[in-house]
């Protein structure tokens, strides 16, 4: 047969019209909306007929039903939701880049509801007056630190703006230079500092701060003494550092208050499960300070959120201060942290209910058995152009938490058979998937820990390497 009889010329080419008034588009329009479907079609004819131009078009690939399935395409990619669930394979288990602690059931399902229908957010049912969003949880908080009074705003940064702009705008506060910490990038201590119209004074050395140093930076201007909770960092070797007692101690002694931001912010004592000890709020309210700032959606396993609790009086305060508004946190958060924050009352159970701590504490050898179960499944969607081992890895709490402790884990180790180029392909296969699979590139090799791979995800997961084979 002669090859030009099967090529499509331009003008075989449906017109953007005709295209519209057959039964497939008009469909599409009804589900999709006139516009992208207008927009997707118009980017499809102007494929072809470039395509038609240079003779390397066919006949087939020219008619309607033919032009509808890349169309089709194109509207599906459109539609599918920008933020998408991803496995989580990192080995970070709170990752600021994924979202951090995943929440509980019961957490998920006072969000739905109070997402659904209209609630007492700032409406006191017992009166029938105004309320105040922060009574939402600020009993549940004082309860389980022991603070007089709590608020709660969109995230520990915020938290840490407002506490620094209500108690020490214009004003100095004395900060020990081994804390000036910068966190994830945007937030760097000194320059929250800055923002809040407080004026820092550095005392002490990186390594070493004493009682004296804080004692004599205090002067007429001085607002606030302040403790950074070590965060993505250690400074290890010959180092000082003065505790919050003490501190409290000089701070009170000057009529001063002391905060403190503990970055993370435990509730109960880790080591309870084995894991490495961070202060909680109540010790450190109980050692004195008088504030304390943490976040919703780090070790707390809650949503973003950021928790200032201590003195009811500059609790008050910060409440009054307007930037209180422009920070406030929506319903949806505040029903988040109930939830979660109720889990605490039975620290017992936490562990199994709070999926935050249920993969911090998963035992290395259960993480193994379940490598070993999801073995073969993975080696058949590999194929034979990859090295599939099980290896013993460490998982990092992440999130600025404990930066230099480890918990043993266990994954897998991908090697490409011919090369690093393989490796990068299959990183970013695993990327593209409806649901991506995200694991970290080290050494010649992609590492896939399995710590926070849930038990009741398997079946997903291992649906995703099936489309990977394909
Ligand atoms: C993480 C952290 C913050 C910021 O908290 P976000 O909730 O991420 O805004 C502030 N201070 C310290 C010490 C931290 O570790």
């Known amino acids: 047969m002669d090859a030009g009889a099967t090529r499509a010329v331009a003008s075989d080419l449906p017109s953007l019209d005709r295209l519209l008034n057959t039964a497939r588009f008009v469909a599409l329009i009804a589900q999709h909306g006139r516009t992208p479907v207008v927009v ?117 940064a915020a938290a840490v703006l407002l506490l ?23 937030f760097r201590i000194p320059d929250v500092m800055r923002s809040a119209g407080a004026r820092l004074v550095e005392v002490g050395t990186t390594n070493r701060t004493h009682a004296h140093d804080y004692a004599g930076a205090i002067g007429a201007r001085t607002a606030l003494l302040m403790k950074v909770h070590a965060s993505n960092y250690a400074i290890s070797g010959f180092t000082a550092s003065v505790q919050e007692k003490e501190l409290a101690a000089i701070a009170h002694a000057h009529a001063l208050p002391l905060a403190v931001d503990l970055g993370s912010g435990s509730l109960v004592d880790l080591s309870r499960w084995g894991l490495p000890k961070e202060p909680t709020a109540r010790e450190v309210l109980g050692a004195g300070a008088d504030l304390v700032a943490f976040s919703g959606d780090k070790l707390l396993g809650g949503p973003q959120a950021g928790i200032v609790a201590g003195r009811r009086e500059l609790v008050a305060r910060l409440k009054k201060n307007p930037l209180k508004r422009a920070l406030r946190t929506g319903k ?32 290395a050898a259960a993480i193994e058995q379940q490598a070993q179960r999801l073995l073969p499944a993975l080696q058949s969607a590999l194929g034979d152009r990859y090295e599939l081992a099980i290896a013993p890895m460490r998982s990092q709490i992440g999130s600025g938490a404990l930066p230099v402790d480890e918990l043993p884990s266990c994954g897998f ?54 489309l990977l084979a394909e």
């Open 40 to 156: 997707a079609a118009r980017a499809e004819l102007d494929h072809l007929r470039a395509r038609a131009l240079a003779g390397a078009l066919d006949r087939e690939a020219a008619g309607t039903a033919a032009i509808a399935v890349p169309v089709e395409e194109r509207l599906a990619a459109a539609a599918r939701p920008r933020l998408r669930a991803v496995f989580n394979l990192t080995g970070t288990v709170l990752h600021t880049n994924l979202g951090r602690a995943p929440l509980p059931d019961v957490a998920i399902d006072a969000v739905a509801r109070a997402l659904a229908a209209p609630v007492n957010l700032e409406f006191d049912l017992a009166t029938g007056g105004r309320g105040d969003r922060d009574d939402v949880v600020e009993a549940l908080v004082c309860e389980l630190t022991g603070a007089e009074a709590a608020t709660v705003v969109n995230n520990n």
């Open 413 to 466: 180790r991908v090697r490409a058979v011919k090369g690093q180029g393989g490796l990068r392909r299959l990183e970013q296969a695993l990327r593209g998937l409806p649901r991506p699979i995200l694991g970290r590139l080290a050494d010649k090799a992609l590492w896939l820990d399995l710590r926070c791979l849930d038990v009741t995800d398997e079946a997903d997961f291992i649906v995703q390497w099936s």
């Open 164 to 186: 620094l702009n209500t108690l020490a705008n214009r004003r100095e506060v004395v900060v020990s230079r081994g804390e000036l910490v910068e966190i994830g990038g945007a």
């Open 332 to 363: 949806a958060t505040l029903a988040a942290l109930e939830a979660v924050l109720v889990l605490y009352r039975v620290p017992e159970r936490l562990a199994e209910r709070l999926p935050t701590l249920r993969l911090l504490t998963r035992p």
